[in-house]
């Protein structure tokens, strides 16, 4: 098991800036993906950016330039930084932890988002 715990959402006005930090514990596979994804309502869960153990990143196109993930393996966390946000950016984010290579894995709570035009 793996437990992730989100924090640093919160509400911010369009063009500001906010850092998500993910904390993971338990048996965190060796090889990894740590990724974000986001759900605003209505809409389906969609991925925003994921790093590998080894650092490798991918991001989605519309956040692209604008949000860099992170991580800090030696404290297991992950980091969602997001700059010039908008209100499109507004959403549950949530943490995920999955083996390289496999689908589905581990969620954390979510943290709410809220961009304000």
């Known amino acids: 098991q793996v437990q992730l715990v989100e924090s640093g959402g919160g509400l911010v006005q369009a063009g500001g800036s906010l850092r998500l930090s993910c904390a993971a514990s338990?048996?965190?596979?060796?090889?990894?993906?740590m990724g974000w994804y986001r759900q605003a309502p209505g809409k389906q869960r969609e991925l925003v950016a994921h790093i590998t153990s080894g650092g490798s990143t991918n991001y989605a196109d519309s956040v692209r330039g604008r949000f860099t993930i992170s991580r800090d393996n030696a404290k297991n966390t992950v980091y969602l930084q997001m700059t010039s946000l908008k209100p499109e950016d507004t959403a549950t984010y949530y943490c995920?932890?999955?083996?390289?290579?496999?689908?589905?894995?581990?969620w954390g709570q979510g943290t709410q988002v809220t961009v304000s035009s």
């Open positions: 995920n932890c999955r083996k390289l290579g496999y689908t589905g894995g581990y």
């Open positions: 338990g048996s965190i596979p060796s090889t990894n993906v």
